[in-house]
């Protein structure tokens, strides 16, 4: 057999091998997308074409406007956290002896709590009557209501990095275990100290688990709205109102056009800001 026909058979082989993935992505998840971008563009009842209309109609809704601003602090506060927190917890736990297995296995019990034991965990904590307010009025001080104050989103941001800190971790640990250990070894015979090898080996060659991290970190922090919807209900605190409360709501209220113009909305700004730290990163270790 030639190398022709070879490299012929192994492309073959590959796209056999792909083609099972690419139908199943298109029909569970690009297709029905499509369908909602066409029902941004119809009325929701007779599927009237209003071209724009539903777009202006959430750009000019309130609660979608307070949703995204949250949604947005959110993030913003958040992942830099996360990243910054377990990326130092990583380099300390990989540094570390024997302690660190244990630790690391400790730091991964968040993610295998179910979210209804969060739930629970959040009123015994928060709740007003709940522990930390017993232990502030034994301390002399007022009591807060935290689930229906500022403080709320507080609470939201502990939960998040609580939870997905471990799994970060994790991803960091995998991430420094690929740097060749020679590179340190050079690096120490040259003189440098632990803060030189840190930002000139270390950070350097962990860009792409920091583009990787950085994505997923974004992801999850959608995922929790399920402990604030069932902590706080349709409608929490303002401080706390993400855009999954606005979708459930309209959800609920059968406003499908609202619901798929504000579907695609989001969906175009995660594209760009995860297209934007993809070329960013590029750049970086270009």
């Known amino acids: 057999m030639s190398r022709t026909n070879r490299t012929r058979k192994r492309n073959m082989a590959g796209v056999c091998f792909i083609i099972p993935s690419f139908l199943g992505v298109s029909i569970f998840v690009l297709l029905p997308f499509l369908d909602v971008v066409r029902r941004s563009f119809v009325t929701a009842v007779n599927e009237t074409w209003v071209g724009l209309a539903n777009y202006k109609m959430v750009i000019e809704n309130s609660a979608f406007r307070l949703a995204a601003g949250n949604t947005l602090r959110f993030v913003g506060g958040c992942i830099p956290v996360l990243v910054v927190l377990s990326l130092l917890t990583a380099v300390f736990l990989y540094s570390s002896g024997k302690i660190a297995d244990f630790l690391k296995s400790a730091f991964l019990i968040p993610m295998a709590i179910p979210v209804a034991s969060v739930v629970l965990l959040w009123k015994v904590l928060f709740h007003g009557q709940g522990m930390l307010n017993g232990f502030i009025d034994k301390l002399g001080f007022t009591p807060v209501d935290w689930m229906n104050t500022k403080y709320a989103f507080w609470v ?12 970060d971790i994790i991803l960091w640990i995998a991430g420094l275990s690929a740097i060749p250990s020679s590179i340190y070894e050079a690096a120490r015979v040259d003189g440098a100290g632990n803060i030189r090898i840190f930002f000139s080996i270390t950070i350097p060659n962990l860009l792409p688990t920091l583009y990787t991290i950085t994505v997923l970190s974004f992801l999850n ?7 604030g919807y069932l902590v706080a209900g349709d409608y929490p605190h303002e401080s706390m109102y993400l855009l999954q409360h ?32 993809e070329k960013a ?3 970086k270790e270009s």
């Open 246 to 277: 606005t979708f459930n709501n309209w959800f609920r209220d059968l406003s499908f056009d609202k619901i798929a113009a504000g579907a695609v909305l989001v969906a175009i700004v995660i594209l760009i800001l995860v297209t934007l730290l």
């Open 221 to 227: 922090s959608f995922k929790v709205f399920r402990e």
């Open 156 to 167: 939201l941001v502990f939960s998040y990095i609580w939870k997905n800190l471990g799994y």
């Open 281 to 283: 990163w590029n750049q």
